[in-house]
């Protein structure tokens, strides 16, 4: 069962990992409004969504 999808996208010299089809649009930006993680092994920015997908990825949360 897939909850929603992720976007690799790279801006310059920064990678951002972000959800897609979340329920606001998030800038490419590290002060995006989610607050992203900064991963420095990937060197990434890894955006945090609004629909909760990471907790179902995880098995925190099931379908209702």
């Known amino acids: 069962m897939s909850f929603g999808q992720w976007l690799l996208a790279a801006c310059s010299t920064e990678a951002h990992i ?3 089809d979340d329920l606001r649009p998030h800038d490419l930006t590290p002060q995006c409004w ?8 990937c060197m990434a920015h890894i955006h945090r969504s609004l629909d909760g997908r990471e907790r179902f990825e995880r ?5 209702s």
């Open 59 to 63: 098995g925190e949360r099931l379908p």
């Open 34 to 41: 989610c607050q992203p993680a900064e991963d420095d092994e």
């Open 18 to 20: 972000v959800p897609l």
